[in-house]
């Protein structure tokens, strides 16, 4: 090992190839204990993310993280890459597919306890999990190599707890159950976004750190096991989930700029009535933006000189309304 990863794994921390995998492969070992161990607690984790989730509880949810175990499968990806093992890759995917099954399916079961579908448009839980941008992904990565240095190092173990709260797995997919449950189809897609970039993150971060510690070297590992083949694999992770989040951030900046806009654009053109004022935030549909505001006779300034503005400083391919109440809509543009 160079310098560097000395430094980083010290030999005397380093955890055998042989404890690294029996910690991380479901099909070696004692397979029953491990197998119904990892579902028994899936599923508690699962039933405790969710009633913290639909409570809107952060403390239940953290519980929830710290005993869920699908990280373990998830870094159980990255030791197969590393050490060129494609049957413990095939079976620690399907072992993740497995837990993604049972824990949206908990979701969907437990979706008939919301009161009403509008009630998770303002549940912090709901909402912090349906928006997923490019910082999630890089909380996701530090995360990850958190998580593979304290299963590589055995001075680290006590942080793994830490590791477990940090990145956020079951959650987000009892998230994805109760919105689909409830007909919330794009905040169920934000909620998997969520949680495939964490799993993607978690893979890319352990597949560095085993291969830094030279595990794809260790007489245990396939011959065929390489740096070249492992770093490959982590690059085609990265730009999977990269693409969409870096869109999805481009996309959330752009809408609160436009709504920042919107909203002094109406406020100035409301400057001469005033008793008319703008009420909530510009509220999104799409791509079109609704503001709501109130005159005393429902009356508004000459709409063309609002839409010259707006047009200034909105791109022609957004829309825009502004409702002045009682079921009247005025189409900017």
Known sequence: ?????????????????EALDDALNLSAGDTLSKRSGFLIMLTLSGVIAIAGVLTDSTATVIGAMIIAPLGTPILGIAWGIVTGHLRLVVS??????????????????????????????????????????????????????????????????????GVAIAISLVPPLGVVGVCAGQGQWPEALGALVLFLSNVFALVIAGSIVFTMAGYARDPGSSPTANRRRAYAIVATLSLIIAIPLAANSIASVAVARWSVEIQNTTTDWLDGDPDAHIHGAVQWSGLTATISLTTPDGSTPPLDELRDDMAKVIPSYVGVIVDVGQGTELAVQ
Request: proline share 5%; with cysteine.
């Open 1 to 17: 090992m160079s310098r560097l990863t000395q430094t980083l794994i010290p030999r005397s921390q380093r955890l055998s190839a």
């Open 92 to 161: 620690s995917i399907l072992w993740v597919l497995s837990g993604v099954g049972i824990v949206v399916a908990l979701g969907l079961a437990l979706a008939v306890f919301v009161a009403t579908p509008e009630s998770l448009s303002t549940n912090s839980q709901v909402i912090g999990r349906t928006s997923p941008s490019l910082m999630d992904l890089m909380a996701a990565l530090a995360t990850g190599l958190a998580g593979g240095f304290a299963m590589c190092r055995k001075d680290l173990s006590a942080v793994l707890p």
